[in-house]
């Protein structure tokens, strides 16, 4: 399965929403937590707040309040947070790549929002993808995600444990829904995935070298044996 | 806590994660960019989405005790997303699966 396909009268902004509706539910889902935890590790509304809505990054956001809560300096939060999400470099190549873009201030205004579910949509779009798009299933999550930590530190948990950590599972679920097309192209793009998803077990797992090298390791080789295996032909029509 | 500045850590990490977003988008003629390039980054994707999957599908629910339960929410969205065109429906499968597994006695 694909993300929607644009038909005739398309409504690309609209078409983004209906797409980015799953990752809506997760993010609000995921950052009642870090409101939460946020609160409980001695920050204000206006400090919690802040980091949902000009950062807008998932697992830094976390990893910014174990590091504030061990003691850590500003300059050592702000390079680890730099190093996790230094996957975004990628992404944020292959979502300009695909957005079809015709005017110069959507490349600041859109480049502002790119995060792993919504590259995860943009990629699978088949074809170009228009810029409205792009913009919902950015802003769609970018609402959740705010709305998720303003209720999680005025609230705390409003949601049952058991049905939060469901609800967070919904965000793997897009991954496997938008993997599933790649999967069924056969053993060389299985082989891309399973390689990138054990290199990166193992190495988060198994390893001190912290999830952002992790992933970014993770996604150099498992695309290097995609290179490697992939046919050059088959790829330019994918 | 000590005298740490919250906000100037809000304000660095913004700046940091922003200029990460934003650097790519600044390439405009990607028609310039080595055909090698282009083609990693069209097969990063299949790769970016394995280990987005794993090993966080089972480590997202290490706190309920029972990571084994991803397996029933990534293999009922595998199943559903193969017959259905609206990505609501897997991830409603898998919620809905992750919850039974998560309630089981």
């Known amino acids: ?238 | 806590m000590s005298d740490l500045n919250v906000m100037a850590v809000v304000f660095g990490a913004a700046v940091v994660n922003y200029l990460i977003r934003v650097t790519p988008f600044f390439l405009s003629d990607w028609s310039k960019v080595p055909l090698v390039v282009r083609r990693f980054l069209s097969i990063m994707p299949t790769a970016a989405l394995g280990a987005l999957i794993l090993p966080g599908a089972f480590t997202s629910l290490a706190d309920t005790g029972r990571p084994w339960a991803a397996l029933g929410g990534l293999g009922a969205a595998a199943l559903t997303a193969h017959f259905s065109k609206n990505l609501i429906v897997p991830v409603a499968a898998a919620v809905a699966a992750t919850w039974l597994l998560l309630q089981l006695p």
Not at chain 1, 5 to 19: A, I, S, T, V
Not at chain 1, 70 to 83: C, D, E, K, M, R
């Open chain 1, 1 to 238: 399965m694909t993300p929607s396909e644009p038909g005739p009268g398309d409504r690309p902004f609209r078409r983004g929403l209906k797409d980015a509706l799953p990752v809506v539910i997760g993010y609000y889902s995921a950052s009642i937590a870090f409101g939460l935890l946020a609160r409980n590790a001695g920050l204000g509304l206006g400090e919690t707040q802040a980091f949902s809505l000009i950062t807008f990054t998932g697992a830094a956001q976390f990893m910014a309040l174990n590091l504030i809560a061990a003691g850590a300096s500003a300059p050592q939060i702000v390079i680890a947070y730099g190093l996790l999400n230094l996957r975004y470099l990628l992404m944020s190549a292959a979502v300009a790549k695909k957005v079809d873009i015709r005017r110069f201030i959507q490349r600041p205004l859109l480049a502002f929002g790119v995060t792993d579910e919504n590259f995860a949509l943009t990629t699978s779009h088949p074809g170009p993808v228009p810029p409205a798009y792009q913009a919902a299933v950015e802003l769609g999550p970018w609402l959740g995600w705010n709305l998720g930590t303003l209720s999680g530190w005025l609230f705390g948990s409003v949601l049952p444990a058991t049905l939060s950590a469901a609800m967070v599972s919904s965000l793997y679920a897009l991954f496997m829904a938008l993997l599933l097309p790649d999967l069924k192209k056969g053993g060389p793009w299985i082989l891309t995935a399973a390689s990138a998803a054990a290199v990166n077990s193992i190495l988060e797992l198994g390893t001190d070298l912290g999830s952002g090298w992790s992933f970014v390791l993770a996604m150099m080789i498992g695309t290097t044996v995609g290179m490697v295996l992939i046919p050059v032909d088959a790829e330019a029509e994918a």
